[in-house]
């Protein structure tokens, strides 16, 4: 459960980032986080603090809570993806 939040949150930014024209260096430089830890957020590898989270929504104009509601939306989306793809095989 925790490695899907982690790759729903990794998803939820790079969406955020892409729909703003944002490359992931642009974004690091913007949130003062190094490029290659924005990228590993994006692959879901790292567990972002706090005050990460607090960081990148600054960079995405965006709240805090409004980053992790596009997290859940992001959840959301990909259990009715599976749900269809199952019935689908089924």
Known sequence: MSEQLL???GIAVRRMRA???LSQEQLA???D???SYVGEI???QVVSSLVTIQKLS???DI???GLL???EATANSRFVQRIKLTAIAC
């Open 33 to 35: 986080l190094n490029r």
């Open 69 to 71: 509601q596009e997290c």
């Open 42 to 44: 994006e692959r879901g």
């Open 7 to 9: 790759e729903n949150f």
């Open 29 to 31: 430089e913007r949130s």
């Open 58 to 60: 600054n960079a995405l």
């Open 19 to 21: 729909t703003r024209g």
């Open 63 to 65: 709240s805090a809570s």
